[in-house]
């Protein structure tokens, strides 16, 4: 969706300035081309914080002259030319729209830092930050190379002279300090940031290779007393790379105004594409690489290949996705109340269970319904509901019944099991949300014992909250760690309902590892003792251990599996002055 992002430099120029004024603490990440540019200006983690919503994302792109120069092949040393460099700067403004800080090294020469700095200026770009290092620099964090400060009288000019060149308010120079990097005093970092403001700069980033902060928490100290005795304000910035454990919020009470993130997607691509080429070679074939990939789909829509077809898809989720009912097998455990009909037709309060399904999911706008049958599958009906016989099930699993709809699963769809009753705002949440692959699981469980005599199906997911800090649940965080129903009651965090959204992607990857399981296994397969009878949860399991992310809705009770009599009785309570589910 690129061209959602055009914006005109003059627009785009004084956003980091607006947002300092407004007191705002800019987060900021590196990029280093087009795709990691809209990887920065794109990415959020949503979730709540005491029922409120919360939204994280980045306020500012830094452009970087490590990941610049390391994506060309080069070292870091001022050896890839201006040109070059803003070739990747007008690379990465033309798929973006959030301000940008550039990376300038030394700034070269007084002369020809003023180009620089007309150049920045017209393009958009809202802030450059200078190292007051003798051109040509090194960087700053491998340790025991030499490191050349420039004289701050010199530095001075070359700000001063900047500022002249500058033709709006809206574009800021920052003074980089490297005399902790170059293993001076903490007394000499602080005069050149002194001489630095008395020459008119915008900012003053201290830098650290130090794995603690603490000299860098000294620096903001003593650089909040320099501004008052200078009787000015001027943003302070930080990079946090080593001295890593330090968090924004922490960062931000001692008084820096911008964090960078200085070089992390370049590094943590480096490392995905080293490993996929040692699978590639380790296999002799990709197949074992794909959960290591982005599908090739995200990356049409990142950059804007599958606009209209993204469009479309929007449209789909509020309309009708196949929904599959796997309903095949035999209750014997409600045989007495079931007679000769299978489990869906079982009545509660006037309406069988499939009927209290189809009403739920038809009032989400849902209406290409799919039920797999097999026990008694004459005795099956519903309106508006396709059937679809599996002959065979008394020898497979439900899973194995499930993909006897294969027909309908190609394009992403919903598979929700035959035995559950659900309010219908749990399907409309399910909707919403664009993840892949999506399990509805209930927390529920973390709050009471788990009956023996059921067998649940249990989840813990993957990221677990320190109790030391503030809880906020991110959708990002809720990815499925392991699934199963040998998994100790004590230790699970969820119970999966048996309602799950796939996408297409998601549809693809699930189908894909299916059809290699039931091909080269045999014997016992995750929990189950037979490959031929292995279930939905094992498969998510395997899917899991081979890299693939399945993310989680919580949700809190408003549903109810029936499993045993006292279920029916219970669901009876409940629903009979009611037609359709509530809060059961």
Same mark, same amino acid.
């Given at each position: 969706?690129?061209?959602?992002?055009?914006?005109?430099?003059?627009?785009?120029?004084?956003?980091?300035?607006?947002?300092?004024?407004?007191?705002?603490?800019?987060?900021?990440?590196?990029?280093?081309?087009?795709?990691? !540019?809209?990887?920065?200006?794109?990415?959020?983690?949503?979730?709540?914080?005491?029922?409120?919503?919360?939204?994280?994302?980045?306020?500012?792109?830094?452009?970087?002259?490590?990941?610049?120069?390391?994506?060309?092949?080069?070292?870091? +040393?001022?050896?890839?030319? +201006?040109?070059?460099?803003?070739?990747?700067?007008?690379?990465?403004?033309?798929?973006?729209?959030?301000?940008?800080?550039?990376?300038?090294?030394? !700034?070269?020469?007084?002369?020809?830092?003023?180009?620089?700095?007309?150049?920045?200026?017209?393009? !958009?770009?809202?802030?450059?930050?200078?190292?007051?290092?003798?051109?040509?620099?090194?960087?700053?964090?491998?340790?025991?190379?030499?490191?050349?400060?420039?004289?701050?009288?010199?530095?001075?000019?070359?700000?001063?002279?900047?500022?002249?060149?500058?033709? =709006?308010?809206?574009?800021?120079?920052?003074?980089?300090?490297?005399?902790?990097?170059?293993?001076?005093?903490?007394?000499?970092?602080?005069?050149?940031?002194?001489?630095?403001?008395?020459?008119?700069?915008?900012?003053?980033?201290?830098?650290?290779?130090?794995?603690?902060?603490?000299?860098?928490?000294?620096?903001?100290?003593?650089?909040?007393?320099?501004?008052?005795?200078?009787?000015?304000?001027?943003?302070?910035?930080?990079?946090?790379?080593?001295?890593?454990?330090?968090?924004?919020?922490?960062?931000?009470?001692?008084?820096?105004? +911008?964090?960078?993130?200085?070089?992390?997607?370049?590094?943590?691509?480096?490392?995905?594409?080293?490993?996929?080429?040692?699978?590639?070679?380790?296999?002799?074939?990709?197949?074992?690489?794909?959960?290591?990939?982005?599908?090739?789909?995200?990356?049409?829509?990142?950059?804007?290949?599958?606009?209209?077809?993204?469009?479309?898809?929007?449209?789909?989720?509020?309309?009708?996705?196949?929904?599959?009912?796997?309903?095949? !097998?035999?209750?014997?455990?409600?045989?007495?109340?079931?007679?000769?009909?299978?489990?869906?037709?079982?009545? +509660?309060?006037?309406?069988?269970?499939?009927?209290?399904?189809?009403?739920?999911?038809?009032?989400?706008?849902? =209406?290409?319904?799919?039920?797999?049958?097999?026990?008694?599958?004459?005795?099956?009906?519903?309106?508006?509901?396709?059937?679809?016989?599996?002959?065979?099930?008394?020898?497979?699993?439900?899973?194995?019944?499930?993909?006897?709809?294969?027909?309908?699963?190609?394009?992403?769809?919903?598979?929700?099991?035959?035995?559950?009753?659900?309010?219908?705002?749990?399907?409309?949440?399910?909707?919403?949300?664009?993840?892949?692959?999506?399990?509805?699981?209930?927390?529920?469980?973390?709050?009471?014992?788990?009956?023996?005599?059921?067998?649940?199906?249990?989840?813990?997911?993957?990221?677990?909250?320190?109790?030391?800090?503030?809880?906020?649940?991110?959708?990002?965080?809720?990815?499925?760690?392991?699934?199963?129903?040998?998994?100790?009651?004590?230790?699970?965090?969820?119970?999966?309902?048996?309602?799950?959204?796939?996408?297409?992607?998601?549809?693809?990857?699930?189908?894909?590892?299916?059809?290699?399981?039931?091909?080269?296994?045999?014997?016992?397969?995750?929990?189950?003792?037979?490959?031929?009878?292995?279930?939905?949860?094992?498969?998510?399991?395997?899917?899991?251990?081979?890299?693939?992310?399945?993310?989680?809705?919580?949700?809190?009770?408003?549903?109810?599996?029936?499993?045993?009599?006292?279920?029916?009785?219970?669901?009876?309570?409940?629903?009979?002055?009611?037609?359709?589910?509530?809060?059961?």
């Amino acid at each position: 969706m690129t061209l959602l992002n055009n914006i005109l430099p003059e627009q785009r120029r004084g956003k980091l300035r607006a947002l300092l004024e407004q007191g705002r603490q800019i987060r900021a990440l590196e990029a280093h081309n087009g795709i990691s !540019g809209i990887i920065v200006n794109s990415v959020k983690v949503e979730g709540e914080c005491d029922g409120k919503p919360v939204i994280r994302e980045f306020d500012a792109i830094w452009e970087s002259s490590l990941t610049d120069s390391a994506s060309k092949g080069h070292p870091d +040393i001022e050896v890839v030319g +201006i040109d070059s460099r803003l070739q990747t700067i007008f690379e990465i403004l033309a798929v973006t729209n959030k301000p940008m800080i550039v990376d300038g090294d030394t !700034g070269g020469d007084p002369n020809n830092f003023e180009y620089l700095v007309s150049k920045l200026e017209r393009a !958009g770009v809202s802030a450059v930050i200078i190292e007051d290092k003798v051109f040509p620099k090194r960087n700053s964090l491998e340790t025991g190379t030499q490191q050349t400060l420039e004289d701050p009288a010199a530095f001075a000019q070359k700000i001063r002279r900047g500022k002249k060149t500058q033709l =709006t308010r809206d574009f800021m120079i920052i003074a980089r300090i490297e005399a902790l990097i170059a293993g001076k005093s903490m007394s000499e970092a602080l005069e050149r940031a002194r001489v630095y403001l008395k020459a008119g700069v915008d900012g003053i980033m201290i830098h650290s290779k130090s794995e603690k902060p603490d000299e860098i928490l000294e620096f903001a100290k003593q650089y909040a007393l320099i501004q008052k005795e200078l009787e000015i304000r001027r943003p302070l910035v930080c990079v946090p790379t080593t001295y890593n454990q330090i968090t924004e919020d922490e960062l931000g009470e001692a008084g820096f105004n +911008i964090v960078i993130h200085a070089n992390h997607l370049l590094r943590s691509a480096y490392k995905s594409m080293e490993e996929v080429a040692k699978t590639l070679l380790l296999n002799q074939r990709s197949f074992e690489a794909d959960p290591q990939c982005a599908p090739v789909r995200s990356i049409f829509q990142a950059v804007g290949f599958l606009d209209v077809k993204k469009k479309d898809q929007e449209n789909e989720l509020a309309s009708n996705i196949p929904v599959v009912i796997p309903a095949a !097998g035999e209750d014997t455990l409600l045989k007495p109340y079931l007679g000769n009909k299978p489990k869906p037709m079982l009545e +509660i309060a006037g309406q069988t269970m499939l009927q209290r399904q189809v009403r739920a999911l038809n009032q989400n706008n849902l =209406t290409d319904i799919t039920v797999v049958t097999g026990h008694a599958h004459e005795a099956m009906h519903a309106e508006g509901v396709e059937f679809v016989h599996n002959p065979s099930y008394e020898n497979g699993s439900a899973l194995q019944s499930f993909m006897h709809a294969r027909h309908k699963l190609g394009n992403g769809f919903l598979m929700l099991y035959a035995d559950i009753l659900l309010e219908e705002n749990i399907i409309a949440k399910l909707l919403q949300y664009k993840e892949d692959i999506i399990l509805v699981a209930d927390n529920s469980i973390q709050y009471h014992k788990a009956e023996a005599e059921r067998e649940l199906d249990y989840v813990i997911i993957r990221h677990k909250h320190k109790p030391t800090h503030r809880r906020i649940s991110f959708v990002y965080d809720n990815t499925i760690a392991k699934i199963g129903k040998k998994i100790n009651p004590e230790t699970a965090t969820h119970e999966f309902i048996g309602l799950a959204k796939f996408s297409k992607t998601g549809a693809e990857q699930l189908i894909q590892t299916y059809e290699d399981c039931v091909r080269n296994y045999k014997g016992k397969f995750q929990e189950a003792d037979d490959i031929a009878r292995f279930t939905f949860t094992d498969l998510i399991q395997e899917m899991i251990d081979r890299g693939f992310v399945i993310n989680l809705l919580e949700i809190h009770q408003g549903w109810m599996e029936i499993h045993r009599v006292e279920d029916i009785e219970l669901a009876n309570q409940f629903l009979r002055h009611i037609q359709i589910p509530t809060h059961l």
